[in-house]
């Protein structure tokens, strides 16, 4: 699998990436309402808007970015989803808890009128976080989770001109 050569790679790759971007929303209007409006934990937070999260981009990328792999039984990729995400959130939570410290600080320093440096400070450490488990997700996801059905790939040397 090369997503930078192949189209069709390229293309599940930007698939991926929007889901990826509408779960964004999900995971920083959840986060942002329980921990800056409801008091909520900032770690615990991000847990709750993480999972809810995932649970939106199971769906729109088995239906939508990788529909040749629904005929992988659903709780078969549901758990293996699950277990994907599980080692993303252990990634996650205490790379947000160690560097909403350092941008908190930072915003302190720099941005002290713009917003609490508290709000600045969990939003920007939990973009730093969405992108480095984004590319765990892709390709862990693409390799295992929504790996091309052998079914497929048979039907795919059946389908493709003969190369003599």
Same mark, same amino acid.
């Given at each position: 699998?090369?997503?930078?050569?192949?189209?069709?790679?390229?293309?599940?790759?930007?698939?991926?990436?929007?889901?990826?971007?509408?779960?964004?929303?999900?995971?920083?209007?959840?986060?942002?309402?329980?921990?800056?409006?409801?008091?909520?934990?900032?770690?615990? @937070?991000?847990?709750?808007?993480?999972?809810?999260?995932?649970?939106? /981009? =199971?769906?729109? +990328? &088995?239906? #939508? !970015?990788?529909?040749?792999?629904?005929?992988?039984?659903?709780?078969?990729?549901?758990?293996?989803?699950?277990?994907?995400?599980?080692?993303?959130?252990?990634?996650?939570?205490?790379?947000?808890?160690?560097?909403?410290?350092?941008?908190?600080?930072?915003?302190?320093?720099?941005?002290?009128?713009?917003?609490?440096?508290?709000?600045?400070?969990?939003?920007? @450490?939990?973009?730093?976080?969405?992108?480095?488990?984004?590319?765990? /997700? =892709?390709?862990? +996801? &693409?390799? #295992? !989770?929504?790996?091309?059905?052998?079914?497929?790939?048979?039907?795919?040397?059946?389908?493709?001109?003969?190369?003599?």
């Amino acid at each position: 699998m090369n997503f930078l050569r192949d189209p069709k790679e390229r293309g599940k790759f930007i698939r991926f990436a929007i889901v990826g971007a509408i779960g964004s929303v999900i995971d920083f209007g959840v986060f942002n309402l329980l921990a800056t409006f409801l008091g909520v934990v900032a770690v615990i @937070a991000s847990i709750v808007s993480f999972t809810l999260a995932v649970i939106n /981009n =199971f769906i729109l +990328n &088995r239906f #939508w !970015t990788y529909p040749e792999t629904r005929i992988v039984p659903f709780v078969k990729q549901l758990t293996q989803f699950a277990i994907v995400s599980l080692a993303g959130l252990a990634i996650r939570t205490p790379l947000f808890a160690v560097t909403e410290k350092v941008f908190i600080s930072w915003a302190e320093k720099w941005l002290p009128n713009l917003l609490t440096p508290t709000i600045i400070g969990h939003n920007v @450490a939990l973009a730093f976080v969405i992108l480095v488990v984004l590319m765990w /997700n =892709f390709f862990i +996801n &693409r390799l #295992w !989770t929504f790996k091309q059905p052998a079914v497929k790939i048979v039907e795919e040397i059946y389908e493709s001109p003969s190369k003599t």
